[in-house]
């Protein structure tokens, strides 16, 4: 993870104070357990070179350490590319500059332009060339895109979506430096902390200045943000400064007090909880188990890092879980957490299980419930039919409780129409196409089906997840 601030012409040299960085000096810290180096690998009055680049602990990002975040990515990238983790390690060492405040002597220069070239990476992307270089253009650089060639012998992909970017241009430091903090996590599209209103204040920060007269803005706020209460508070607060610089000197009160309407009811929002839409799910699983008359013998398929199971294993009237999950570093964090629960007199401790929906396991045969929540779209599509035919013919759970995104509540997020939620989606439904597929399922099978949504329901979009229950009928099991 680098980047590369170079400065050219008549007092270049002068960027060392507005970074308050000594060019005979390395600077060496380590910030949020990432190491943070600085160096000058040019530096004269008409020309300056600085390499910022942060190499965080390999160690500390799986095992999720105090100093690191959680990442839920079985195999990620988060080590190597140029992303929000970056810009959360080189914020610190770049206070002076972002917030424009070096020392008196300088401060008349925080707003001079320079010959700037920028150059950063690598950095992941699902944004094409020209987007990229939509993003930047307007900002009055000239952009440079390279990128590597994937040389397989098959034709799935032939060019890689890493990419190294450098940027050239007349801005000051302070604009450049903020705007790249702002769209480094725009290209990558993924934040590794929990997005609050705190993003607006650090959205309008950065922005200020260029980010209203865009002419990607929405993109920029919608991969900013994410969500669609934050993207609307964005906008009303944006509204309000408009209305207010328009404003004549006697409409200036009745303007304060709106502003100050809405910062209350933003105010009354913080103080809200916010509930994750992954702790819904969770409790409405548990909602329709605990009503189940039979609830011994729970399956937790793909159970990941073992929170649902954790949390069942308190339920009255759960004797055994088997937490069924492929990947070897989830189920030593689920071991982890299973192990807690020994604090608990009322829980029992799941079974973690090495298992996939491909292989069949006689031993998950008959049991009271099986899960799988938000499984299915990590499968490939064409592979599903075979998958859940095992489930309701061979397995035969008495209840099998299945959880997927609902593709329409993506336009809820902002979301273009060709965006999945995560990475490694294959695919994702929208209410009719899961209900075709779950009535399909069972065409041959002796289950009947239950629809419904999980989350926040918007008109006309539905809720976020969608959930369906199967239940086996009780004749046929009696038979």
Known sequence: MHITLKATGTNAGMISHLLAKNPNNMYDRTEKGARVRMVYTVFTEEEAEIVIQASPDSIDLVKNSPDSYDITQYIN???????????????GALGTALNGKPKENYAAWVAHPFALELSFGPVASDLPDAVVEGLFAPLGYQVTIERGKADYAFQLKNRSTVRYVTLSGQQTVQYALRQLLLLIPVLDNYKHYYISEEELDKLRRYGEGWLSAHPLRELIIRRTLHFTNLIEQFEQLEAAETTSEKQATQERNNSHEQVQQQEQ??????????????????????????????????????????????????????????????????????????????????????????????YYDEQLRGKDVMILCEVIEHV????????????????????????????????????????????????????????????????EAPYSLALEGIGEEVEGFGQPTQMAVFTRRKELKEA
């Open 77 to 91: 990238d988060r080590e190597f590319v140029t992303s929000s983790l970056f810009c959360t390690y080189i914020r």
């Open 265 to 358: 009811s933003l105010e009354a929002e913080k103080q809200q909880p916010a509930v994750r839409l992954n702790e819904l799910r969770y409790q409405a699983i548990m909602d329709v188990i605990r009503k189940l008359p039979r609830r011994q013998k729970i399956v937790d398929f793909g159970s990941g890092e073992g929170k649902l199971s954790a949390r069942l294993a308190r339920m009255k009237g759960i004797e055994e879980i088997w937490a069924v999950e492929p990947s070897a570093y989830a189920q030593v964090r689920a071991i982890e957490r299973f192990a807690k629960l020994e604090r608990h007199a009322d829980a029992i401790s799941p079974i973690p299980m090495t298992g996939s929906l491909f």
């Open 380 to 443: 490939d599509e064409h592979r599903l039919n075979r998958v859940m035919n095992t489930i309701v013919t061979e397995y035969q759970p008495d209840v099998l409780i299945v959880t997927t995104p609902n593709r329409e509540y993506n336009e809820v997020y902002r979301m273009d129409q060709q965006e999945l939620r995560h990475g490694d989606h294959r695919f994702e439904w929208s209410r009719s196409e899961f209900r075709e597929r779950c009535e399909q399922w069972i065409e």
